[in-house]
């Protein structure tokens, strides 16, 4: 795609004071008490700063850690992962790459058979943009990650 996705002035003015807490200041918000822990609709999710794609729900898997949680991004050079030493342990940061927003951390103990990571996201950095409304809000190329007509997965279509 040839969209840039950057931080402005006006989407940090637009954003909720948790949502600039996690993406600005690099916060977490409550497991199991967030907008997409347990959300399970066909589509994308977006860097809530910037709009840029970032994780598709056909990734997304139940990791009952109480945040969502995907096993790869949307694209490969969606996210930057960096080694973050806070609390006390050593972990990898993901940050989106175009508004280097915070969104969370990567962990090696994902399903297997999908690759073994755990993309492990904070709902606040993100937002949701369903299969429907793809088109209308400039994410038609990302229509092809699903079938319309039954909401299979990526998995399911290369079979």
Not at 57 to 63: F, R, V
Not at 115 to 126: F, T
């Amino acid at each position: 795609m040839t969209t840039e996705y950057r931080k402005t002035p006006e989407a940090l003015r637009r954003l909720t004071k948790t949502e600039f807490a996690v993406t600005q200041h690099d916060d977490t918000e409550p497991p199991f008490r967030n907008r997409y822990w347990d959300h399970h609709d066909a589509g994308i999710y977006v860097d809530v700063v910037s709009g840029q794609p970032l994780f598709s729900s056909s990734d997304k898997y139940d990791s009952g850690t109480g945040w969502p949680s995907f096993t790869r991004p949307i694209e490969s050079g969606a996210v930057t992962e960096t080694m973050e030493t806070s609390f006390w342990m050593t972990r990898t940061e993901v940050r989106s790459s175009g508004a280097d927003s915070h969104l969370g951390h990567v962990f090696n103990d994902g399903p297997r058979a999908a690759g073994g990571l755990r993309y492990c996201m904070n709902s606040a950095a993100l937002r949701f943009v369903p299969v429907a409304e793809l088109d209308e809000q400039g994410y038609g190329a990302y229509r092809r990650l699903f079938d319309i007509t039954t909401d299979t997965t990526r998995e399911e279509q290369a079979s």
